[in-house]
C-alpha cells in the first residue's frame, strides 16, 4: 500500500484564522515533506522531516509552521496567511530519509485564503 | 546549476497515436530520475524510478528510458485516461539530495 492521506480535501480560510493541515501515513517511511503548488506549476519543495526531526526549512514564512508528532502524522499550522498562500497543499513520504528515492503524494489540500 | 527541462510543454494525441515525451537535466552525479503523472487538482503519482543510463522501466501502455543526459517517457496507443500532466524530477547534488528539481511538465491530452 502506498498511500499518503491528507485532511480536509478543501479549506477556506480568512487571514486572521488559524487551521492546521494533516497528513498521515502508514508505510514506515521515514521521511516526510510538505509542498505548495501553483497552477501550473511543479511542487514547491517546504519542509522536509527526518526520523521526525525537522531536516530542511526552504525559507518559509514563520505564519506556516509544522509539526511531525510521530513517524506516521505530519501537520503544518496555519496562521495569519496572506491571500497568495492560495495554493495546494501536498503531503509525501520516502522511505529513506538519507538518500534520494521517490517520494509518495497525497491528494492535497485545496487552501483558499480570502 | 542544476536544471531539468521538459518538452513539448504540452501534446495532444489521438487514441491509439504513440508518441514520447522528453526531459533532459543537467546535474552532476545523478542520483536517480523520477516520473510522476499528476491529475488536476491532485498529487503526483509516482510512476518511475531510473537510476543509470541504458535502464528502461515499463507500466501498462508507458516506457521510461534514460540516457546520460535525457530521458523519455514513451506512450504506446494511449486512451483517453492516459491524459494528464506528466512531471519528472531528479535530486539536487548538493548534500540535501531529498530536494527534488522538476521540470515544468508535459500536458498531455489523448482524444477518443
Known amino acids: 500500500d502506498t498511500e499518503v492521506t491528507q485532511t480536509p480535501k478543501h479549506l477556506v480560510m480568512g487571514m486572521t484564522n488559524k487551521k492546521s493541515l494533516k497528513c498521515e501515513q502508514h508505510m514506515g517511511h521515514r521521511a516526510m515533506y510538505w509542498y505548495k503548488q501553483k497552477a501550473k506549476k511543479p511542487p514547491e519543495l517546504m519542509f522536509v522531516?527526518?526520523?521526525?526531526?525537522?531536516?530542511i526549512n526552504e525559507s518559509v514564512p514563520s505564519r506556516f509552521s509544522p509539526e511531525c508528532p510521530n513517524s506516521s502524522l505530519l501537520n503544518l499550522h496555519l496562521h495569519a496567511l496572506q491571500p497568495e498562500d492560495s495554493a495546494l497543499y501536498l503531503c509525501?513520504?520516502?522511505?529513506?530519509?538519507?538518500?534520494?528515492?521517490?517520494?509518495?503524494f497525497g491528494p492535497g489540500t485545496r487552501l483558499t485564503v480570502t | 546549476e542544476d536544471q531539468v527541462t521538459q518538452s513539448p510543454e504540452a501534446l495532444r494525441l489521438q487514441e491509439g497515436e504513440s508518441s514520447s515525451l522528453n526531459c533532459s537535466y543537467t546535474v552532476s552525479g545523478l542520483r536517480g530520475l523520477f516520473w510522476y503523472r499528476q491529475d488536476p487538482g491532485k498529487g503526483p503519482e509516482f510512476l518511475f524510478t531510473l537510476y543509470s543510463a541504458g535502464e528502461e522501466k515499463e507500466k501498462e501502455r508507458l516506457k521510461a528510458t534514460l540516457t546520460k543526459k535525457e530521458s523519455f517517457l514513451h506512450i504506446t496507443a494511449p486512451k483517453p485516461e492516459d491524459s494528464a500532466t506528466y512531471l519528472c524530477?531528479?535530486?539536487?547534488?548538493?548534500?540535501?539530495?531529498?530536494?527534488?528539481?522538476w521540470g515544468l511538465g508535459t500536458s498531455l491530452a489523448v482524444n477518443p
Open positions: 524530477a531528479v535530486p539536487h547534488n548538493a548534500g540535501n539530495n531529498r530536494k527534488l528539481i
Open positions: 509525501a513520504s520516502s522511505q529513506s530519509a538519507l538518500i534520494a528515492s521517490e517520494q509518495y
Open positions: 522531516y527526518s526520523y521526525e526531526k525537522l531536516s
